[in-house]
Nanobody, 127 residues
Framework: QVQLVESGGGLVQAGGSLRLSCVAS????????MGWFRQAPGKEREFVAAISWSGGSTDYADSVKGRFTISRDNAVYAVYLEMNNLKPEDTAVYYCAADSYGSIRIRTRNPTSYDYWGQGTQVTVSS
């Protein structure tokens, strides 16, 4: 069992920045592909970014490419999402998730393929 705990959300003005953190329990963290997803009110949960177990491969949704950066530190069981030039449409609850399948590559953007989820952290961007 893996537990994920996100932090770093908050209220920021458009154009501002936030850094989300997700800390995992369990020594197998380094074997997992990790992802960030978000869900706005009335909308489905959507893919934001993912990173391979080694950190050598990343994937981004088109809507955040060039503004967001995902990274990880396996030594401290953490994954991060650096968010710059935030826009009001980035407002959502952001979730950290783990794909425990064991692939060394990012398999999918489908949230149903991720096994473990954090509780979410709210990001609100004002215009």
């Amino acid at each position: 069992q893996v537990q994920l705990v996100e932090s770093g959300g908050g209220l920021v003005q458009a154009g501002g920045s936030l850094r989300l953190s997700c800390v995992a329990s369990g020594r197998t963290f380094s074997r997992y592909v990790m992802g960030w997803f978000r869900q706005a009110p009335g909308k489905e949960r959507e893919f934001v970014a993912a990173i391979s177990w080694s950190g050598g491969s990343t994937d981004y949704a088109d809507s955040v490419k060039g503004r967001f950066t995902i990274s990880r530190d396996n030594a401290v069981y953490a994954v991060y999402l650096e968010m710059n030039n935030l826009k009001p449409e980035d407002t959502a609850v952001y979730y950290c998730a783990a794909d425990s399948y064991g692939s060394i590559r990012i398999r999918t953007r489908n949230p149903t393929s991720y096994d473990y989820w954090g509780q979410g952290t709210q990001v609100t961007v004002s215009s």
